[in-house]
């Protein structure tokens, strides 16, 4: 669960209130030995003009040591205060580190400064209690310092929350990666998706011609060889024979032909929903398909032309090399997801870099998503497919 500031409470485990004041407690500790990491560090910058070798000698034990500063508030964020999604410490420029660091000296002080009210409000209180006991206050009085009390101790409690929430904004912010770096990540992530867009069509358009060749083109050359025998049939009954059996091999080039063009372009996303199309799919399977497909909005015709086609790939792929006996799809929306999952009961061993699955993923990566397939030898298969809803 996220409270209000980012700080996230482990509820399930039942410590949450006691991993909150405990973090922001250790991060008082820890602020102090980082100013005088920083003072220390500064000092003796100061010697790299007169000393260069000592200069050098000094900027390397401060990049060291103040890695070492950085990766300890990681695991003490991570671990008392919970916080999710920080950034990997070695994955960030010493010059942000150290920016960091200095940033830190602010929740530090601030957490100083609670826990010291903290104290003096402790103290009160004891003197409070005494008086009550010795009976020097009314039971008014009493009263009014309890509620007064309460009221204290609510708002350091809240000032203590906020702290650790500035604590985890700080990580997030200044150990994240820059504004340049993030661009430059984009556009190879932009690059990378493109190019695998492009192999993917690629895959997909030789796919179809070996679709066409191996399958509706032999039956066509069947099929004239068999209208050629009845034309030259003498006999009635045996013209008959031939023309009827023509007329079903017409019908399975129909059905052939009607496959092929669904994977250039299922058009009857036109008129049916995700959910509609993949029960017409499931209709025709070998294998037994559940169903469940639950988007309170429709997504966008891109997205669900990629989930069409990485349910179909995962059916058919069930149906022909896992044995299975039952396939799911569970369609829905989470943490603003689109999750797309298909699991098959059979033998399991799909190789996730063939070239399907492969073709897929890139699909799928090419609208900012993710593919996910889980195989292990003797099953169970699964396909979980993510793509963000806008």
Request: with cysteine; aromatic share 4%.
């Amino acid at each position: 669960m996220r409270k209000a500031g980012g700080v996230v409470a482990e509820r399930r485990t039942g410590r949450w209130w006691l991993r909150l004041p405990l973090g922001v407690a250790v991060g008082i500790v820890t602020a102090a030995v980082e100013f005088a990491f920083l003072a220390v560090a500064t000092v003796a910058s100061s010697v790299r003009p007169v000393a260069p070798a000592a200069g050098r000698r000094v900027a390397g034990l401060t990049d060291r040591y103040g890695e070492r500063l950085v990766r300890m508030e990681h695991r003490r964020l991570a671990g008392l205060l919970a916080a999710e999604d920080l950034p990997a410490p070695n994955t960030v420029a010493t010059r942000r580190q150290l920016g960091y660091l200095a940033a830190r000296l602010l929740p530090g002080t601030l957490g100083l400064l609670a826990y010291a009210v903290l104290g003096v409000g402790l103290v009160l209180a004891g003197i409070v209690l005494r008086a009550a006991v010795r009976g020097e206050l009314t039971l008014l009085d009493a009263l009014s310092q309890v509620g007064v009390g309460a009221v204290l101790l609510l708002l350091n409690v809240q000032a203590v929350a906020s702290i650790a929430a500035l604590d985890i904004r700080l990580a997030r912010r200044l150990l994240g990666p820059g504004s340049r770096a993030e661009l430059t990540r984009r556009v190879h992530e932009l690059t990378t998706s493109r190019a695998g867009v492009i192999a993917a069509v690629d895959a997909e358009r030789q796919r179809i011609e070996r679709d066409l060749h191996d399958g509706l083109q032999q039956r066509l050359v069947a099929l004239g060889m068999l209208l050629g025998r009845a034309r030259r049939a003498r006999d009635a009954d045996r013209t008959h024979a031939l023309l009827a059996q023509a007329h079903e091999d017409v019908q399975r080039a129909i059905e052939e032909l009607r496959e092929v063009a669904w994977r250039v372009y299922p058009s009857a996303l036109d008129d049916s929903d995700l959910g509609e199309v993949l029960a017409i799919v499931a209709r025709g399977s070998e294998v037994p398909v559940r169903i469940r497909c639950e988007l309170p909005v429709r997504p966008e015709r891109q997205v669900e032309t990629v989930l069409y086609f990485v349910a179909c790939e995962a059916l058919t792929n069930a149906a022909k090399h896992a044995a299975a006996t039952l396939v799911t799809v569970d369609i829905g929306v989470r943490d603003g997801w689109i999750r797309m999952r298909v699991h098959d009961d059979g033998v399991g061993g799909a190789d996730p870099t063939g070239r399907g699955l492969s073709g897929l993923a890139r699909r799928v990566a090419a609208l900012d998503g993710r593919l996910l397939v889980t195989s292990p030898a003797g099953g169970p298969t699964t396909v979980l497919a993510q793509l963000p809803c806008d």
